[in-house]
C-alpha cells in the first residue's frame, strides 16, 4: 500500500507567500479566499486544519475501492484485501480501533517450516476471561481489580500470501459485546498514550 505511506511532512500546511501583493501605488492589499470579512469588517483568516489520521484512513479506504467511516466496515469489506506489509495492516487496525474506542492487544503468530513469520492476529482488549483467582488467598498481595475481560470476539488477522508477498485479510470481526468509548473517553486514551510515550518511555 505505497498510497499509505505518507510522510506527515506531505500535510504540513504551509503559509501562502502571495496572499497579500502590495504595491508601490498604495493599491489596496489583495486578500487571497482564505480569508474572510466578518460582520465588523475585519478581515480574519480561515486556517485549514488537516487530520493526519482522517487523510491516513482515506488514502486506505481509496485504494481498498471503499468509502466508508470505520464504523460502517463489514467483514465482506475488507476480507481478502491486500496490504504491502505487516506494519500497514497493524497500523490500519490500530487506527480502526482508535475511531471506533476500543483498545487491541496482539495475539496469534506464527511461521512457517522456514521461520518466516505468515500469520498474525489482533484482538480486541476484552476477549477472554480472567482466569479465576481466590481473593482470600493468603498468599495474595495485590488487589483485584475490576473485570474488563467479556469475551468479546472482535478481531483481525492477516496472512502473508505465498504468491504476492503481500498480507491478504482472512478474518475481520467488528461486533464488540461491550460497550466502546465515547468522544470525551477517546480524548483521554490519546492524552494518557501521549503521557506514556513521553514521560515513561513506553511505545
Known sequence: MSNTKKNLSDFDIR?????????DDDEACEINSNHEEDEYG???AREEWVDADTVFWSNIMDDFGLCKDAE???ETDL???EFETMGDAENFYKLYSKFMGFSIRKQQ????RHGVLNIRSWLCSNEGFRKQQDSNAPTRKKEIRGIT???CLARFRVNLSKYTSKWVVKAFH???NHSLANDIEKLFCDLYAIYLKVFVGKQ
Open 42 to 44: 475585519c478581515y480574519e
Open 72 to 74: 460502517e466496515l463489514m
Open 109 to 112: 503468530k506464527r511461521k512457517n
Open 79 to 81: 476480507v481478502g484485501k
Open 174 to 176: 467488528p461486533n464488540h
Open 15 to 23: 503559509e501562502d507567500e502571495n496572499a497579500f501583493n502590495s504595491e
Open 149 to 151: 475481560r467479556t469475551g
